[in-house]
């Protein structure tokens, strides 16, 4: 019997691997800065006060745009609106296409103004494209045998755990 000859690719990654098992040193984190002595006074005017918070207004229940856009579009028509930032630049170009007939920029303008609207879906019992469509390659899968390469599901309840006996 002759010996096989380790290839050149398998003897480097068994020198490598030697290598690579070695542990490592744990390098000691070094402290970021020098901490503050107590009773420093460097930044102290700056300093929250005991009592005050950051943000006592809290965050604005709405932004710059929906604000233009709510007072152009309780605006008289005649009405001159003075633009004096981007977001009423932008908001008078969006009623405008929204004057126009543009009904996304009229959809744009009722979202911003009034809230986008709750969507719901309601079903009819009967089963929808996908479910069909899902239940057709399941029967076709049955047919021709499964994929090269298929797993059985872990799960199994009532039909299904019947079906699973009958496919094998």
């Avoid at 965050?59 to 028509?77: E, G």
């Avoid at 899902?134 to 872990?154: C, F, Q, Y």
């Amino acid at each position: 019997m002759s010996k096989k000859v380790k290839s050149a690719k398998r003897v480097k990654k068994q020198q490598l691997a030697s290598v690579l098992r070695r542990k490592l040193p744990r390098l000691k984190k070094r402290p970021r800065g020098k901490s503050f002595e107590p009773g420093n006074s460097y930044g102290l005017a700056t300093r929250f006060q005991k009592g005050n918070r950051a943000n006592p207004g809290g965050r604005p229940s709405y932004k710059k745009y929906s604000q233009a856009l709510r007072a152009l579009v309780a605006a008289d028509p005649d009405e001159t609106f003075e633009i004096n930032s981007n977001a009423a630049a932008l908001a008078a170009r969006v009623v405008k296409m929204g004057k126009k007939g543009n009904i996304s920029a009229i959809r744009e303008i009722g979202d911003r103004c009034e809230g986008r609207p709750a969507i719901t879906i309601q079903g009819d019992g009967s089963p929808d494209k996908i479910m069909l469509l899902v239940e057709a390659m399941t029967e076709r899968s049955r047919e021709i045998g499964h994929p090269e390469g298929w797993v059985p599901p872990l799960l199994k309840s009532g039909e299904e755990q019947e079906e699973a006996q009958n496919d094998e």
